[in-house]
């Protein structure tokens, strides 16, 4: 038999670890929604004297490579300080999992997401962080440093897919060097709203397609 | 491991049936010689003779004469044909405006989007919850400068079967031609342009176990349409290419071995897991009109949970079969059959579509009922969703 994914990714799929919620988390966050098609949900316990993950949980709804990447950073993340943890990135459980397909990486790219914000939620509810900046242009490339090209599996920044960025007034203009009609238009659009409409300041999201 | 491997993707791709492999050997071994070639040779004339008596069985089998069928390379380019050779044919003389619906399969839906481009005005009927095209939206849609419209006979993904023949009438009170998309229905449900007041219909050999790259279209005569592929004048110069005789054996000899036993055999599958699936697994829906739907489609949505991990995990149990999932689709867009029922993403991604052939058995439907049974029921423990 021949699958689209690795031997790992397969294993994990099949036999994701660490499955679950943890009731009393000290930090959970859940990433992505049933509309951008995969949504995880991470739970974490945090040691307070080490500041390291004590014990971790995840849930998913999605495809085979988002369990896979999901089962994965928990084991990562298991037994890691805070710091470490937030430094597990998208390339580290690709690579962990032995590789996955490039039009896949949206869907897994949230769960590595998914940690970052468990941590992050649990930081704001121990009081590490400072009260709400101001949305900067540099915070929006960030986010959309995270938005996948499904074309090459890396992310529409750093395959030169966004052509202008423009923030005014809580208004977000995006221009993505890509033809309305490209098969990956719509997937691509729905994906750079999710990622920055949640930012407190943000009012709108404008996404325009000229090629 | 050995798994067996059991296949209810027939609306994607058939099994090619052994009789149809014999009739269409004579035509690469022996008869190889085209039906262009009737003036130069011998051979050309049998090619010629072979290809008429081809082309008169495809076209009987629609109450149809010779001379209103053409063969093409499959229903994407037939579908192409009927749109843009009527469009071609009718922008200067009639009007610019279409008619078609939100779920039609892909080769209607992106002709419609193409025309559009070049200036044509296309009104996209919606559907109901069931799939069905609303008639009086249909009446109020027509105009005078409607040239053409195309609804689907029945569609890919829920198999819910239109009401083609009061769209056809419809369509002629209001003198617009009327093309359908057959291919899901072609031998499965009759159609007979005698009784039914059609002007163009897309058939193909892929779905009922003939060779992939042959289908046809058939187009009343009188019909206006305007060539657009340039080449030779092969099929009544509509459609030019060398002509595919193998490809047209085999097709005649597919048509030729459905029957309405069969078909009512696929029924029964369909009737028997949809009911099952229905009773024995909680939270699920049925796509499509319970129905008034394809025989041999099935098409269930397994809430909370999404349709890749369902689809990957009954293959690695040996059932080959698709889903409406977006992780699943090249455009990484949901399935727009779904939504356009006014399903939501959630209901499109946990949806797998059934669909069965001649060598399917019922113990093979009986079998995957419990295997799906045990997926659902692990995928849903990992799910965030659908928990109190």
């Given at each position: 038999m021949?699958?689209?994914?690795s031997?790992i990714?397969?294993?994990?799929?099949?036999h994701?670890?660490n499955v679950?919620q943890?009731?009393d988390a000290d930090?959970?966050?859940?990433?992505?929604?049933?509309s951008?098609?995969?949504?995880?949900?991470v739970?974490?316990?945090v040691?307070?004297d080490q500041?390291?993950?004590s014990?971790?949980?995840f849930?998913?709804?999605?495809?085979?490579?988002?369990?896979a990447t999901?089962?994965i950073?928990?084991?990562?993340?298991k037994?890691?300080?805070?710091?470490?943890?937030k430094?597990?990135?998208?390339?580290?459980?690709?690579?962990?999992?032995?590789?996955?397909?490039?039009?896949?990486?949206?869907?897994s790219?949230?769960?590595v997401?998914?940690?970052?914000?468990?941590?992050?939620?649990?930081e704001e509810r121990h009081?590490?962080?400072?009260?709400?900046?101001p949305t900067?242009?540099?915070?929006?490339?960030?986010?959309l440093r995270?938005?996948m090209?499904?074309?090459?599996g890396?992310?529409?920044?750093r395959t030169?897919l966004?052509?202008?960025?423009?923030?005014?007034?809580?208004?977000?203009?995006?221009?993505?060097?890509?033809?309305p009609?490209?098969q990956?238009?719509n997937?691509?659009?729905?994906e750079i709203?999710?990622?920055?409409e949640?930012?407190?300041?943000?009012?709108?999201?404008f996404v325009e397609?000229?090629? | 491991?050995?798994?067996?491997?059991?296949?209810f993707?027939n609306?994607?791709a058939?099994?090619?049936?052994?009789?149809?492999?014999d009739?269409?050997?004579?035509?690469?071994?022996e008869?190889?010689?085209?039906?262009?070639?009737?003036?130069?040779?011998?051979?050309?004339?049998?090619?010629?003779?072979?290809l008429?008596?081809?082309?008169?069985a495809?076209a009987?089998?629609l109450g149809?004469?010779?001379e209103?069928?053409i063969?093409?390379?499959?229903n994407?380019?037939s579908?192409?044909?009927?749109?843009?050779?009527?469009a071609?044919a009718?922008?200067k003389?009639?009007?610019?405006?279409?008619?078609t619906?939100?779920?039609e399969?892909f080769?209607v839906?992106?002709s419609?989007?193409?025309?559009e481009k070049?200036?044509f005005?296309?009104?996209?009927l919606k559907v109901d919850?069931?799939?069905?095209?609303?008639?009086?939206?249909?009446?109020?849609?027509?105009?005078?400068?409607t040239?053409?419209?195309?609804?689907?006979?029945?569609?890919?993904?829920i198999?819910?079967?239109?009401?083609?023949?009061?769209?056809?009438?419809?369509?002629?009170e209001?003198?617009?031609?009327?093309?359908?998309?057959?291919?899901?229905t072609?031998?499965r449900?009759?159609l007979?342009v005698?009784?039914l007041p059609?002007?163009?219909?897309?058939v193909s050999?892929?779905?009922?176990?003939?060779?992939?790259?042959?289908?046809g279209?058939?187009?009343?005569?009188?019909?206006?349409?305007?060539?657009w592929?340039?080449g030779?004048?092969?099929?009544?110069?509509?459609r030019?290419?060398l002509?595919?005789?193998?490809?047209?054996?085999?097709?005649?000899?597919?048509?030729?071995?459905?029957?309405s036993?069969?078909?009512?055999?696929?029924?029964?599958?369909?009737?028997?897991?949809?009911?099952?699936?229905l009773?024995?697994i909680p939270?699920?829906t049925l796509?499509g009109?319970?129905?008034?739907?394809?025989p041999q489609?099935?098409n269930?949505?397994?809430?909370?949970?999404?349709?890749?991990?369902i689809?990957?995990h009954?293959?690695?149990?040996?059932?080959a079969?698709?889903?409406?999932?977006?992780?699943?689709?090249?455009?990484?867009e949901?399935?727009?059959?779904?939504?356009?029922i006014?399903?939501?993403?959630?209901?499109a991604h946990?949806?797998?579509?059934?669909?069965f052939?001649?060598?399917?058995t019922?113990?093979?439907?009986?079998?995957?009922?419990?295997?799906l049974g045990?997926i659902?029921?692990?995928?849903?423990?990992?799910?965030?969703?659908?928990?109190?």
């Amino acid at each position: 038999m021949k699958f689209p994914y690795s031997d790992i990714v397969l294993e994990h799929f099949r036999h994701p670890r660490n499955v679950g919620q943890i009731k009393d988390a000290d930090g959970k966050a859940t990433e992505g929604s049933p509309s951008c098609g995969d949504m995880v949900s991470v739970y974490i316990k945090v040691d307070p004297d080490q500041k390291t993950i004590s014990d971790i949980k995840f849930e998913s709804y999605g495809c085979a490579s988002n369990i896979a990447t999901g089962s994965i950073i928990t084991e990562l993340a298991k037994g890691k300080t805070l710091d470490e943890a937030k430094k597990i990135s998208w390339k580290t459980a690709s690579e962990a999992l032995g590789g996955l397909p490039k039009i896949k990486a949206h869907c897994s790219v949230l769960a590595v997401e998914g940690l970052r914000s468990a941590i992050q939620n649990y930081e704001e509810r121990h009081g590490l962080v400072r009260e709400k900046k101001p949305t900067t242009e540099e915070e929006i490339h960030k986010r959309l440093r995270k938005v996948m090209n499904p074309l090459s599996g890396l992310d529409i920044e750093r395959t030169n897919l966004v052509k202008d960025m423009q923030l005014k007034d809580g208004i977000v203009h995006v221009v993505i060097d890509l033809p309305p009609e490209h098969q990956f238009s719509n997937s691509i659009k729905e994906e750079i709203k999710e990622k920055i409409e949640p930012l407190w300041d943000i009012k709108e999201v404008f996404v325009e397609f000229i090629a | 491991m050995f798994v067996k491997r059991i296949y209810f993707d027939n609306s994607a791709a058939t099994r090619l049936d052994e009789r149809v492999l014999d009739a269409m050997k004579p035509y690469f071994f022996e008869k190889y010689a085209v039906a262009t070639s009737e003036f130069a040779y011998s051979e050309g004339i049998d090619a010629r003779e072979a290809l008429d008596e081809l082309r008169s069985a495809l076209a009987t089998s629609l109450g149809a004469n010779s001379e209103e069928f053409i063969f093409t390379s499959g229903n994407t380019e037939s579908s192409n044909i009927a749109l843009k050779g009527v469009a071609l044919a009718l922008s200067k003389k009639k009007g610019t405006h279409i008619i078609t619906s939100e779920i039609e399969d892909f080769p209607v839906l992106h002709s419609a989007r193409a025309l559009e481009k070049q200036g044509f005005q296309v009104t996209y009927l919606k559907v109901d919850s069931d799939g069905f095209v609303d008639l009086d939206q249909l009446r109020d849609a027509l105009t005078d400068k409607t040239i053409l419209v195309s609804i689907q006979h029945a569609n890919q993904e829920i198999g819910t079967v239109q009401d083609i023949h009061n769209i056809g009438h419809i369509c002629k009170e209001r003198s617009a031609l009327f093309h359908t998309d057959a291919t899901h229905t072609f031998t499965r449900i009759p159609l007979d342009v005698r009784q039914l007041p059609v002007d163009l219909v897309t058939v193909s050999s892929h779905t009922i176990h003939g060779p992939k790259g042959i289908g046809g279209l058939y187009i009343r005569k009188g019909t206006p349409i305007t060539k657009w592929m340039d080449g030779g004048f092969q099929e009544f110069d509509i459609r030019p290419g060398l002509e595919n005789i193998p490809g047209a054996a085999g097709f005649a000899k597919a048509v030729e071995l459905v029957t309405s036993d069969e078909t009512q055999r696929l029924q029964t599958m369909r009737d028997r897991i949809i009911d099952r699936l229905l009773t024995e697994i909680p939270n699920t829906t049925l796509n499509g009109h319970r129905l008034k739907r394809l025989p041999q489609n099935a098409n269930i949505t397994f809430h909370f949970v999404e349709g890749e991990s369902i689809t990957l995990h009954l293959d690695m149990h040996g059932y080959a079969v698709s889903t409406g999932s977006a992780c699943f689709s090249r455009s990484l867009e949901s399935s727009h059959v779904i939504m356009g029922i006014g399903g939501d993403h959630e209901r499109a991604h946990g949806s797998i579509r059934f669909t069965f052939g001649r060598y399917n058995t019922m113990s093979e439907v009986d079998d995957i009922v419990g295997t799906l049974g045990d997926i659902v029921k692990e995928l849903r423990k990992i799910s965030p969703l659908g928990k109190e």
